[in-house]
């Protein structure tokens, strides 16, 4: 507490709304793996608890995704300034619901698939609003851990390696994730893939599209700002881990063996070596203050 004190006002909310956000993914982990892993028990289907249940699930997934957006938002502001963030995660964002249009709309690159209306409105009736914001946050996130793994080059050639590693780094959570977001029905896919239904050509459309919207992000924050302003916080390694959560959950919860422990591993990677990395940067730091300050916000 003594820390978050310590920090900036931008900061502070940026970390309180990731606070919320973490406290409603465990809550959310926590109903999946109980009440919510098989048909409701009679007492939810009685009023009030009835219709309590039912906005609750219309508009929770939607919160959760919005208050991670909001505080990777807040969190980047204070990084690189609000026009160059602001432009950062809209044109991001947007790139991400064109690529998502796209796959919904022809099948291309994704596979073909279709979502419900559990994740909230529906845009153009194809892809719910929740999904190209956490494309965004969730790259803000890769990136960070880009910046400590790999060399920061700002020419036109590192940024599109950086972009092709955030790419990566990002589809790692799509192990876990969807799987269980199948199970639970938040979206579907049009024919039985390889991998608890998912297609190979999912694996390939989300590197190539995660390294196009990175790239995206890179045009107004280069590779050596991520490095010396974004990738010294602990932020975006908590808020990266967290959405990891859920999806193992349901994972768990379903006997999905190969997807949650797939997806563990393939997130905790990338976390580990940055883990790894930042304690690297804290010791060559140390007696200055500055590595252990950094890390912190």
Same mark, same amino acid.
């Given at each position: 507490?003594?820390?978050?004190?310590?920090?900036?006002?931008?900061?502070?909310?940026?970390?309180?709304?990731?606070?919320?956000?973490?406290?409603?993914?465990?809550?959310?982990?926590?109903?999946?793996?109980?009440?919510?892993?098989?048909?409701?028990?009679?007492?939810?289907?009685?009023?009030?608890?009835?219709?309590?249940?039912?906005?609750?699930?219309?508009?929770?997934?939607?919160?959760?995704?919005?208050?991670?957006?909001?505080?990777?938002?807040?969190?980047?502001?204070?990084?690189?300034?609000?026009?160059?963030?602001?432009?950062?995660?809209?044109?991001?964002?947007?790139?991400?619901?064109?690529?998502?249009?796209?796959?919904?709309?022809?099948?291309?690159?994704?596979?073909?698939?279709?979502?419900?209306?559990?994740?909230?409105?529906?845009?153009?009736?194809?892809?719910?609003?929740?999904?190209?914001?956490?494309?965004?946050?969730?790259?803000?996130?890769?990136?960070?851990?880009?910046?400590?793994?790999?060399?920061?080059?700002?020419?036109?050639?590192?940024?599109?390696?950086? /972009?092709?590693?955030?790419?990566? +780094? &990002? $589809?790692?959570?799509?192990? *876990?994730?969807?799987? @269980?977001?199948?199970?639970? #029905?938040?979206?579907?896919?049009?024919?039985?893939?390889?991998?608890?239904?998912?297609?190979?050509?999912?694996?390939?459309?989300?590197?190539?599209?995660?390294?196009?919207?990175?790239?995206?992000?890179?045009?107004?924050?280069?590779?050596?700002?991520?490095?010396?302003?974004?990738?010294?916080?602990?932020?975006?390694?908590?808020?990266?881990?967290?959405?990891?959560?859920?999806?193992?959950?349901?994972?768990?919860?379903?006997?999905?063996?190969?997807?949650?422990?797939?997806?563990?591993? /393939?997130?905790?990677?990338?976390? +580990? &070596? $940055?883990?790894?990395?930042? *304690?690297?940067?804290? @010791?060559?730091?140390?007696? #200055?203050?500055?590595?252990?300050?950094?890390?912190?916000?």
């Amino acid at each position: 507490m003594n820390r978050l004190a310590s920090l900036s006002k931008l900061d502070r909310t940026a970390w309180i709304l990731m606070l919320v956000h973490v406290m409603a993914t465990v809550f959310a982990s926590m109903a999946f793996a109980t009440i919510l892993s098989g048909p409701p028990p009679a007492w939810m289907q009685q009023e009030p608890n009835k219709t309590i249940y039912e906005i609750g699930w219309k508009v929770s997934g939607p919160s959760v995704v919005c208050l991670g957006f909001l505080a990777a938002l807040l969190h980047a502001i204070g990084r690189f300034g609000k026009t160059r963030a602001l432009k950062m995660f809209a044109y991001a964002s947007i790139v991400s619901l064109s690529a998502e249009l796209l796959g919904t709309s022809t099948g291309y690159p994704f596979g073909g698939y279709s979502y419900t209306n559990l994740l909230g409105y529906r845009i153009a009736e194809l892809v719910p609003f929740p999904i190209p914001i956490s494309w965004t946050f969730m790259l803000y996130c890769s990136l960070a851990m880009v910046g400590l793994l790999a060399k920061a080059d700002d020419s036109n050639g590192g940024r599109w390696r950086w /972009a092709l590693y955030a790419g990566i +780094v &990002l $589809s790692a959570w799509d192990v *876990a994730m969807d799987p @269980a977001m199948v199970v639970t #029905t938040h979206w579907y896919w049009h024919e039985p893939g390889f991998f608890y239904g998912m297609p190979l050509t999912n694996w390939l459309g989300w590197i190539g599209t995660g390294a196009v919207v990175a790239r995206v992000m890179l045009q107004y924050v280069a590779p050596s700002e991520i490095a010396s302003r974004l990738s010294g916080s602990a932020f975006p390694l908590v808020l990266y881990g967290v959405n990891g959560i859920m999806a193992t959950t349901i994972c768990v919860t379903h006997g999905f063996t190969w997807a949650w422990a797939g997806g563990i591993v /393939a997130m905790g990677i990338p976390l +580990v &070596l $940055s883990l790894r990395a930042a *304690a690297r940067i804290r @010791a060559k730091n140390a007696g #200055t203050g500055a590595g252990a300050a950094a890390f912190a916000g």
